[in-house]
């Protein structure tokens, strides 16, 4: 145990001396760059580390907050879509009838409607279908407003994308696209 303390003493001479000569053999930019080094140190210790912890803690409130949002409102929105929407919504039986009435509105308002492409989805358990419908058009400005109007008035109809375009300036006719949706009710 003696020898152990003696080199433990003689350790400490040591690293006591290089201290003393560290000064020395550094110059002034090592030491103003330690001073630097340990300002910086207790900065971040004292600045930025409570942000860093105070911005995890808003980040998760803000994450639960919104989760909280999403269920409540999937919860109500589905509750508001089965009960009131499918009152006022056509049957899927009506959806040949809406195409004749589509149809019917675009002659009325002078678009010309060419081949429409529509696939039909189940929504809300199976309590619900909704027809996606696409198809290219042209027509008059005017007129394709009030076929657009005229289209959202309709129960069940939302229209998802309209792209309206004109080769040259002085056209008189539109080309336009249609994305909508008609949202039915199933038969029981």
């Known amino acids: 145990m003696g020898a152990a303390s003696v080199n433990m003493q003689r350790l400490l001479q040591l690293g006591h001396w290089y201290l003393r000569q560290w000064r020395q053999y550094t110059g002034i930019l090592a030491i103003a760059g330690l001073v630097l080094m340990l300002f910086a140190g207790a900065l971040y210790l004292q600045k930025l580390k409570p942000l860093q912890k105070d911005l995890t803690l808003r980040e998760s409130t803000l994450s639960e907050a919104a989760r909280k949002l999403k269920i409540a409102t999937t919860t109500a929105s589905n509750a508001y879509q089965a009960s009131n929407v499918a009152e006022r919504l056509p049957k899927s039986s009506e959806f040949t009838a809406f195409l004749l009435k589509l149809n019917a509105l675009a002659e009325q308002k002078h678009i010309e409607l060419q081949q429409s492409d529509y696939k039909a989805t189940p929504e809300i358990n199976g309590e619900l279908l909704r ?10 400005y005017p007129d394709v407003q009030q076929f657009i109007a005229e289209l ?11 792209s309206l ?24």
Do not use: C, D, H, W
């Open 152 to 162: 959202e008035k309709m129960p069940g109809v939302r229209i998802e994308n309209l």
């Open 131 to 140: 027809y996606s419908l696409q198809f290219p058009a042209s027509g008059a």
């Open 165 to 188: 375009t004109r080769q040259q300036i002085g056209e008189a006719l539109l080309s336009l696209e249609v994305q909508m949706s008609y949202l039915s009710k199933v038969q029981q």
